[in-house]
């Protein structure tokens, strides 16, 4: 059985004006058996997105015809694949209260969803670390280090595990690597070991699983899944559940990073 737990759609600003159908029906030809849409949830109304582009998440006022189109098309393909709906939620350090509202008015529509660190406080603002290679070098100079940044986004990511943010906080951490996007560009001889540990057994210990995402493989700069095999494995000796996600932002993107993805790890699969 496979499935893919990280999908966005043509809901997401910076994704492609791909049909769910095209994504769906690309799913059923590589054998998947089951899919959960992720869109960006909406920010809260009150953080300003630090992206450049301003493009990191679905408008609000897109939400109910996102959820919409997700019960339509799970009833369409019933008989092929089972399909859930979910988002990606932003774990942003200092607005928990905004995202546990948020979470206490959708969560009851949504089966299955992430939570992810993308943003960072750094210096009294936000930063977005996946954003471009130059907007992350500018991060990586404002912070100082290189270093710096990996440790606040480890940081943040054990963070958001330990978060209360209410009965709706979803079960599943994304790319807890993603601070590696570019890292054949900036690269850190730190060792993050002790963080990744501390990150592992926080998540053991909540009973959540992890998003074990193909997309930095295909990714010029990071050319490995995030997390990397090594940090699956351990997590999985752990007895955390491991869930492979593509994070297309296009119907071609399904199944992205697969051959890099240990198949044995997979909860489900084999
Ligand atoms: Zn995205
Ligand atoms: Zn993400």
């Known amino acids: 059985m496979l499935r893919d737990g990280h999908i ?20 059923i030809e590589l054998g998947f058996s089951e899919l959960t849409f992720t869109e960006h949830a909406p920010l809260p ?8 582009a301003r493009d990191s998440s679905m408008r609000k006022t897109d939400l109910e015809q996102y959820l919409k189109a997700l ?19 932003d774990f942003i350090s200092g607005f928990e209260e905004e995202t ?11 089966d299955d969803s992430i939570l992810s660190v993308h943003f ?20 990586t100079q404002e912070a100082g280090s290189i270093e710096f940044v990996y440790e606040l986004y480890y940081d943040t990511v054990l963070q958001s595990i330990q978060a209360d943010l209410g009965a709706f906080k979803p079960s599943r951490i ?30 053991k210990r909540a009973g959540y699983s992890l998003d074990y995402n193909g997309a930095g493989f295909v990714k010029p700069l990071c050319r490995e899944t995030y997390p990397p095999v ?4 351990a997590a999985h000796s752990l ?6 996600g593509s994070d297309a932002h296009a119907a071609a993107g399904i199944g992205q990073g697969l051959e890099q993805i240990d198949r044995t790890l997979i909860e489900g699969s084999v």
């Not at 109304?45 to 450049?52: G, L």
């Not at 546990?100 to 949504?110: D, K, N, P, V």
């Not at 960072?120 to 991060?139: A, H, K, M, T, W």
């Open 174 to 203: 994304g790319h807890i690597t993603l601070v590696r996007k570019f890292q054949h560009m900036f690269h850190c001889t730190k060792s993050f070991d002790l963080h990744i540990e501390r990150i592992l057994q926080a998540v």
């Open 8 to 27: 966005h759609t043509l809901y997401c600003p910076h994704g492609s004006n791909d049909s769910l159908k095209q994504y769906i029906e690309r799913a």
């Open 45 to 52: 109304e009150t953080f300003i997105d630090p992206a450049p």
């Open 71 to 89: 019960e339509s098309v799970k009833k369409q393909y019933a008989s092929s694949l089972k399909i859930n709906a979910g988002l990606e939620v």
């Open 230 to 233: 090594h940090i699956a494995r």
């Open 239 to 244: 007895g955390i559940p491991l869930i492979y």
């Open 100 to 110: 546990t509202q948020f979470l206490a008015e959708y969560g009851s529509f949504l």
């Open 120 to 139: 960072l406080p750094l210096n009294g603002q936000f930063v977005c670390i996946d954003f471009s290679e130059e907007e992350f070098g500018r991060i």
